[in-house]
């Protein structure tokens, strides 16, 4: 046994309060790092060790410890190892093989700063033997059934005879860290067998309220059909009826299967329908026989994993106001592969009228599926999607849950909307005229137009007569810069009542006088000084008092106009009541993404998503491509209700430079409204062209100090973002999948 010593070298200072057993830290930035001295020990023989690790702070999710051994090649990222929580609190460890000698080694514990504490941290040297045995007991646990464990054991064997005890031991290490897999599966495969369904979510001690599972079906495949129903059979929640209504099937099985699972389970219920009506007829003949408190929907070729109906009841339970709810959802093909999970927002309602995010699985409030009238003849394909937009207009927000848990494994076989949107292109025409019609029963002005992808753009209409927007430009020379910015809104832009406000922070070269000169000639720009030190949020505040629109629009200087409607997209979200800032989508000059909307809470603050991506990538289940509701969006383009601005105060003039969008985003959410995203607005941002990068002292301590201050004011509110998901990671590439999931 190896105990191990920490010294801070970058980042991070030790506090008040520490003792022999354990010592307080504050990490002054976003990537604090020790070294460790290994006591007795100059040098590390390679080999297998046991590392074990006591680390602790308030906030949770923050701490993520990696090592970086250094082999005497210099510390490389490829080679971090990762530690893991144990599941005890504060505890984390990893079993790792050292390939050579360790010369030195580093620790960075957690992206982001803050306070946190460590106790004991020690290294244990296992023989091959020991180390084998403890990696495939860990992979065994991982593996669910005898068929899984006895394959497993397969494979080992397969391994031992081929490389030997030396290429047994390390296949199994990179079973064992989830380097390869011995299935040739894939890293959501990998996630299903360590986490199952996902986040953890506390179970309340309630009732069990019944739970009536919809099920219409037609002509469903033997195979399909019963195990769709087993799914349900073989729930661990008891409390449950099946209420399946068969729309006429012409093949002679439906019938008789039915008929059999229904004599061997009194809570099968079943309707044979005389005449064929389609799914919305026959969902409603389901829904006849509903008699619980909520009805769950089912397609009849789709699968619940067990958990799904008790999963359900206690969220219900520990949110009794929930009227609504919905789950995460993945595919399963025909040899019972799980992939491609989507891993949803909480209710976002601007995605729910790009796509269907509701479904699947999706549970409603028996009593509210009856009041709007049941399911809708017409809307075939989308009728859920129908019937959720009728449902939520009746509701507030607060009563629609998400259950961030994978409850749904839709099946993807030929003919299904699952393995294709454009399998069932009525249903697309179908989801256009159910958004359409519910933006008029809701008084919203404006179109819905069906996208190449199969999802739908909503075009809202700008008021007549249009609102002012002053576009406030703040500078300091860089005349070319300032002059490519004004010159493509001024000869691009299609929306006519706009003014352009620059405001000049200590300009000095002449050509950006005699530019300043030249432009004001255009009756729409003005010039406003602002003679004082850089701060970003006091430039713009200092502009919007003089500001004559009633719409503000923050510009950084370095932006670039590519779409000529960009502004009528922004102005037609700024205008919604229940609506506050509202972003673009930014590309850098090499048509890569930029920022596509701000993920709170990844790498310790804030994050854009899909940053450095091509220009047109989809983004998780096409987001990067549809409007939605974000936490935050960035102030290189942003625009905002002025009594919206001065409802909350502007800018917060204590963030001078970073982050000061972030913050003026959180609490515009925080007084009630939505902040929103479009990808139609589209525009190059040469990003940080007049500033430069964060490269000396004094900007790296001002930066520090600022991600302090965020984390001081929002506390546990930046690791969890209600646009995000708990399931995927906040220290990786945004929308990867977390290791571990996060508690939502």
Same mark, same amino acid.
């Given at each position: 046994m190896i105990t191990i010593s920490v010294s801070p070298c970058s980042e991070v200072r030790r506090e008040a309060g520490s003792d022999a057993a354990r010592l307080n830290w504050c990490a002054t930035g976003t990537d604090p790092q020790f070294m460790l001295s290994m006591d007795g020990h100059g040098y590390l023989q390679g080999g297998w060790y046991?590392?074990?690790?006591?680390?602790?702070?308030?906030?949770?999710?923050?701490?993520?410890?990696?090592?970086?051994?250094d082999y005497g090649h210099g510390m490389q990222e490829h080679e971090r190892i990762e530690l893991q929580t144990t599941g005890a609190p504060g505890q984390y460890g990893a079993l790792v093989r050292f390939p050579h000698t360790v010369h030195a080694m580093r620790m960075d514990p957690m992206a982001a700063a803050g306070t946190f504490s460590t106790g004991s941290m020690t290294l244990r040297r296992l023989s091959r033997y020991s180390a084998a045995m403890m990696m495939l007991a860990g992979i065994l646990r991982r593996r669910r059934g005898k068929r899984a464990k006895l394959a497993m054991l397969k494979w080992v064997l397969a391994r031992l005879v081929k490389g030997g005890p030396a290429g047994l031991g390390a296949a199994l290490h990179d079973e064992y860290a989830g380097v390869s897999t011995f299935d040739a599966g894939n890293d959501y495969e990998r996630w299903v067998r360590l986490y199952g369904c996902g986040a953890n979510v506390p179970h309340a001690d309630a009732g069990e309220p019944l739970i009536s599972v919809l099920m219409p079906v037609y002509n469903t495949p033997e195979k399909w059909l019963r195990r769709s129903i087993g799914s349900v059979i073989g729930q661990d929640y008891r409390n449950w009826e099946l209420c399946i209504a068969d729309d006429a099937s012409t093949q002679p099985h439906v019938r008789r299967v039915l008929q059999e699972f229904a004599g061997m389970d009194a809570r099968?219920?079943?309707?044979?329908?005389?005449?064929?009506?389609?799914?919305?007829?026959?969902?409603n003949s389901a829904l006849e026989l509903a008699s619980g408190e909520y009805v769950a929907l089912l397609d009849h070729d789709d699968e619940l994993p067990p958990t799904a109906l008790s999963d359900?009841?206690?969220?219900?339970?520990?949110?009794?106001?929930?009227?609504?709810?919905?789950?995460?959802?993945?595919?399963?093909?025909?040899?019972?592969?799980r992939y491609d999970p989507y891993f949803k927002p909480d209710w976002n309602y601007e995605l729910f009228l790009s796509q269907n995010c509701f479904s699947h699985l999706g549970v409603f409030e028996t009593r509210l599926v009856?009041?709007?009238?049941?399911?809708?003849?017409?809307?075939?394909?989308?009728?859920?999607?129908?019937?959720a937009l009728r449902c939520c207009e009746r509701v507030d927000a607060s009563e629609i849950g998400h259950l961030a848990k994978v409850l749904y494994h839709w099946r993807a076989i030929p003919g299904s909307t699952a393995l294709a949107v454009?399998?069932?292109?009525?249903?697309?025409?179908?989801?256009?005229?159910?958004?359409?019609?519910?933006?008029?029963?809701?008084?919203?002005?404006?179109?819905?137009?069906?996208?190449?992808?199969?999802?739908?753009?909503?075009?809202?209409?700008?008021?007549?007569?249009?609102?002012?927007?002053?576009?406030?430009?703040?500078?300091?020379?860089?005349?070319?810069?300032?002059?490519?910015?004004?010159?493509?809104?001024?000869?691009?832009?299609?929306?006519?009542?706009?003014?352009?406000?620059?405001?000049?922070?200590? &300009?000095?070269?002449?050509?950006?006088?005699?530019?300043?000169?030249?432009?004001?000639?255009?009756?729409r720009v003005r010039v406003l000084p602002y003679d004082a030190p850089f701060n970003y949020s006091a430039i713009n505040n200092h502009a919007?008092?003089?500001? &004559?629109?009633?719409?503000?629009?923050?510009?950084?200087?370095?932006?670039?106009?590519?779409?000529?409607?960009?502004?009528?997209?922004?102005?037609?979200?700024?205008?919604?009541?229940?609506?506050?800032?509202?972003?673009?989508?930014?590309?850098?000059?090499?048509?890569?993404?930029?920022?596509?909307?701000?993920?709170?809470?990844?790498h310790g603050v804030a994050g854009h998503a899909y940053s450095a991506k091509p220009r047109g990538y989809p983004g998780q289940m096409n987001r990067a491509r549809l409007t939605q509701s974000l936490s935050a969006v960035t102030a290189a383009c942003l625009l905002v209700r002025r009594e919206v601005f001065d409802a909350v105060g502007g800018l917060d003039e204590a963030i001078c430079v970073a982050f000061n969008d972030v913050d003026f985003c959180l609490r515009?959410?925080?007084?009630?409204?939505?902040?929103?995203?479009?990808p139609f607005a589209e525009l190059y941002h040469h990003?940080?062209?007049?500033?430069?990068?964060?490269?000396?002292?004094?900007?790296?301590?001002?930066?520090?100090?600022?991600?302090?201050?965020?984390?001081?004011?929002?506390?546990?509110?930046?690791?969890?973002?209600?646009?995000?998901?708990?399931?995927?990671?906040?220290?990786?590439?945004?929308?990867?999948?977390?290791?571990?999931?996060? &508690?939502?």
């Open positions: 046991q590392v074990s690790l006591d680390i602790r702070s308030e906030r949770q999710g923050v701490v993520a410890p990696v090592l970086y051994p099968i219920k079943i309707a044979f329908r005389e005449r064929n009506g389609h799914i919305s007829a026959t969902s359900v009841a206690a969220a219900l339970a520990a949110n009794p106001h929930w009227r609504m709810l919905y789950t995460d959802e993945d595919k399963v093909d025909e040899l019972g592969r009856r009041e709007v009238g049941g399911f809708r003849e017409g809307l075939e394909g989308s009728q859920d999607w129908d019937l454009g399998e069932k292109s009525y249903a697309v025409t179908a989801g256009e005229r159910a958004v359409r019609e519910h933006l008029h029963r809701v008084g919203a002005a404006g179109r819905v137009l069906s996208t190449e992808w199969g999802h739908h753009r909503l075009q809202y209409d700008v008021p007549v007569p249009a609102p002012r927007v002053s576009l406030i430009v703040p500078t300091r020379d860089r005349v070319a810069l300032l002059k490519m910015c004004v010159e493509s809104i001024l000869t691009r832009t299609t929306y006519t009542d706009y003014e352009i406000l620059i405001v000049d922070n200590q &300009s000095v070269e002449p050509e950006t006088a005699e530019y300043f000169a030249e432009v004001v000639c255009d009756p919007v008092r003089h500001a &004559s629109g009633s719409i503000i629009g923050l510009i950084n200087n370095d932006i670039e106009v590519i779409t000529p409607e960009w502004l009528d997209e922004m102005v037609g979200h700024a205008v919604r009541p229940d609506v506050g800032a509202v972003g673009a989508m930014l590309y850098y000059p090499n048509d890569t993404i930029q920022h596509a909307g701000v993920i709170v809470g990844l515009v959410r925080e007084a009630g409204y939505r902040n929103v995203w479009t990003e940080s062209a007049s500033r430069g990068l964060e490269d000396t002292p004094e900007k790296i301590e001002r930066f520090q100090r600022e991600v302090l201050f965020m984390n001081q004011r929002w506390g546990d509110t930046l690791s969890v973002d209600p646009a995000y998901n708990p399931n995927l990671t906040l220290h990786g590439e945004p929308f990867g999948l977390a290791f571990p999931p996060r &508690s939502p």
